[in-house]
Each structure stands twice: as C-alpha cells, then as structure tokens.
C-alpha cells in the first residue's frame, strides 16, 4: 500500500481568472494573423497556463462589424508560486500591490505587450460569453498553452469552454470562489457559502472556521480561494469506486490562502487509517443509518449528510487536511485533523495515512458485499 505522502505537493489547481480580455476583428485573416502575437505577448507577461477561444458571430444582425474574435483567459501564475518566482513575476511587469485584484496586473503587462491590429476590445467576464452563445456566437478552442496543453488528454475542449461561462459559485455539493477579508459582503457570503457546502464533514468545516479565523484576526489582506466539492454521501461514493472504479464522486477540498510574500495551500481527503474493516457492507450501512431504507430515505430528502461522519468513522476512513506552505524558500508540510472537537496538527514524519484506493484494493470483499447490497434498490447505482 502506499502511503499518501508520496502524493503532496505544492501544486495549484488550474482555475481561470474572472476576468479575461476580448480582441474583436473584422476579418477571420485578421484573427488568424493576431493568434501568433497574442501567444507571444502572453509569455512575455509572465502568463504561463492560457487559453484562447475564437468566436464567430453567426446571426444576421447587420450592427455587428466586428464578427470575429479572440477571448484570452488565464490560471493566476502567482497561485502557488515561489517568493523568488514572484519576485521575478513582479521584476518583469509593471507590478502593482495596490489592485484589488493582484491578477489584474497580468492583464495589464498583456496589454502592455501586445500589438494585434485588432479593431475592437473590452474585458470579458463569464457572463459574456455564456450570454455570447445564445445570440449566436460559436465557440471553440484556438490553442492551450501551459499545463492547459499538457493536460490535454484529460480535460476536453468542451469542459474549458464550460469552465470559460463559470460564474463563481456552486450549488448544495460544490463551490469555487475566492475573496479576502478586505471586501466584508463578499467575505461573508464566501464563509456562508463555503459552510454549506461542507455540511457533513465535520473536520473539513472545523479546519475551514479555523483557517478563516487565522486570516481575519492575523493576515486580513490575504486572499482565499475555495475549491470543494462534497455531496457527503459515502455509501454512493464508495459504490461508485467499487463497481465502477468511478472515483469523481468522491469529496475533495482545496483552499489557497496567498499573502503577500507567502501562499499556503490546504488539501482535503478522505483516507484510510490503515485498519481493518470487520464489519460487512449492509451491516455497516444498518450501524450508520439505522437501516437500508432510512439510508434512502435520508437521501431522497437530502439528509444523508447527517449521519455522513459516523458512516465515515464506522469503516476506519477519516477525514484530513493536508497543509502546504511556502514562504521565504522554505517548504513545510503537516496534516491537520479535529481531535476532541479542536484542529490539531499532525507531522507529517510520524503519521501515515492511506488512500481510498487502497482501501478499496484491501477491502474487495466489503466491495462486492456493498455492489450488491446497493443492486437491491438502485441497480443503476453499480450496473
């Protein structure tokens, strides 16, 4: 079995900016000319992971001139970045500390560095080109550039274009959105939002409390960004592993916490202490739930997330945040849990955790046990 500490490390997830830049032209000649030197003016702005759409208007409105289009977007280069790297960031552009949005200076260094002979732009946000399409617009990827190429394999065209119209936000089960204590409405909306989604996972939203209450009282100029994603229903995620090797059902967490010379990234995961289950998979949801049926029940009104915890507990899988932080040249790594309703930290050196795939490998058995358990009510489940 390997041990989780293998997989840490420092490495942000890719996440467009909310604001990005449209380059509208009267020719398609013209935008296949601009494509080149809008590459080459991004790298030179320190912009590293980018996407460039193309747009072609393909209505009948005679008001619009300028039917074709390029619309730039980015993943923030400072996120996760050294302090020498963003000092050399800095070094390169006409960085400035006073925005609100640190982002925003990439943006400016693009503008400063680019020259496309376009004839019209403006600063686009996800509502534009959502709003784009239904009025006729087609969209499709012109290039990626940066882990977005890399990573061709296994994030499509489509998903881009789709992460491209992403409003910040999220519905019961997932959530993606940044703020900072600087901004109090937003800020609040943010701890609210963030709080719902986690419902279920009380390590998680303890951690978080903890975290928020760290940059408010010591560092309220910082800016925290929130990935999750938390249906806090492990008998449907578990029987989607099992049955289907299927793991995209499973809660995960990521918050960055990026202060002015430092960034600190807190990883969620389910894991596996590494003792063994005793207890069969219909039993375990009896002991969780009460019974089967309640089980369902709980989870057509939504209500599974109250017994989520126990369920977790009753199976040896815990729930953990690792925790990564940079500052100065200097790395440092520690896995943070709630013991006895408080967030301690744990070293990394002395604690081992196991992943769900290794629980799954380990626990074959429970496996088949719960496929069948779960074939009696919802067939479609694991079939």
Known sequence: MLSLLSRLSLVSRLLLVVNKVFFFFSESTQRTIALPKLILAAKRSAIEDFLILAVDYKGDNSDVIHPHGLYFGFSSPIIGASVERVQQIKAI????????????????ALMENVQLNEDSYEVGCPEKIASMESFHWSISVAERVGRYEKNASLISDEALIKEFKRVEGGANYYLYQTSSPRYSLSWEKFKEDARRVLLGNSAWS??????????????????????????????????NVFAK???????????????????????????WSGREVRVEA????????????????????????????????NINLVS??????????????????????KVVSLSVSNHSFYSVSDFCSRHRGFGIALSNCIAKVAPHWVG
């Not at 552009?93 to 400016?108: A, H, I, Q, R, V």
């Not at 739930?289 to 977790?312: M, P, V």
């Not at 040249?329 to 896995?335: A, C, I, L, N, P």
């Open 93 to 108: 552009t006409s960085w400035d500390d006073e925005l609100d949005d640190l982002d925003e200076n990439f943006l400016c």
């Open 206 to 239: 303890s951690v978080f409390d903890s975290i928020v209450s760290d940059v408010e009282t010591n560092n309220s100029k910082a800016t925290v960004s929130i990935s999750v994603y938390n249906l806090a229903d492990i008998v449907f995620s578990l029987a």
């Open 245 to 271: 090797e299927d793991a995209r059902f499973m809660p995960r967490l990521q918050l960055i916490v990026t202060y002015a010379e430092a960034v600190t990234v807190y990883t969620g995961y389910i894991v």
């Open 282 to 313: 219909e039993q375990w949801i009896r002991e969780s739930f009460n019974s089967i049926e309640e089980y369902f029940i709980r989870r057509h009104f939504g209500e599974q997330f109250e017994c989520d915890d126990e369920a977790l507990r």
């Open 320 to 341: 953990i945040v690792a925790q990564v932080s940079k500052s100065g040249g200097r790395e440092e790594t520690s896995f943070l849990c709630v013991r006895n309703e």
